[in-house]
């Protein structure tokens, strides 16, 4: 996509290594709301925007797909998304979030179409905590369906359950 693109009232457009204050304030953000129940508050209070600025700023690994959703002046969603982390020829959704103040307006659902209409595959998958059920409705809404893979991912020590998802475009 060069340029920007508008649908559903929100401009989607590339992240560049400039917009990595934004994408830390969205990721630390959207964490602390979506986790609020399935992780203990001082890991949430932990995070912290600057690091993850930093992080983003001076990541080699970028996603092929990383696209921000942004209003007049504000950033408000970011998705990644490539290659299958564990089989190249499917593609996958990294990560996706959207501003805890302005989700339930579709801007979730105009972000994930906009990186899925990039990825060369058949099939996209993704994974999502297995506690974290308002995530997993929108994606069940959005054409994914559980494909029966589990895993688990670790944060300051505490480990949270994940499942996998896979759409069929």
Do not use: K
């Amino acid at each position: 996509m060069n340029g920007s693109a508008s649908a559903g009232g929100v401009a989607i457009r590339p992240a560049t290594a400039e917009d990595a204050a934004a994408i830390a304030a969205v990721y630390v953000r959207s964490w602390r709301a979506a986790y609020a129940e399935l992780l203990p508050t001082e890991v949430l209070a932990s995070l912290d925007e600057a690091d993850w600025a930093r992080r983003f700023r001076s990541r080699r690994d970028r996603a092929p797909t990383m696209l921000l959703a942004f209003t007049p002046g504000r950033v408000v969603g970011v998705v990644m998304a490539g290659p299958d982390r564990q089989d190249p020829l499917l593609a996958e959704i990294y990560a996706i979030y959207v501003l805890p103040d302005v989700q339930g307006q579709g801007i979730g659902a105009v972000l994930l179409d906009a990186a899925i209409a990039q990825l060369d595959a058949a099939v996209v998958r993704l994974w999502c905590a297995a506690a974290n059920h308002g995530s997993r409705r929108f994606y069940e809404r959005r054409g994914f369906v559980l494909d029966g893979s589990t895993g688990s991912y670790e944060i300051s020590g505490h480990r949270l359950d994940t499942v996998r998802y896979a759409c069929v475009r």
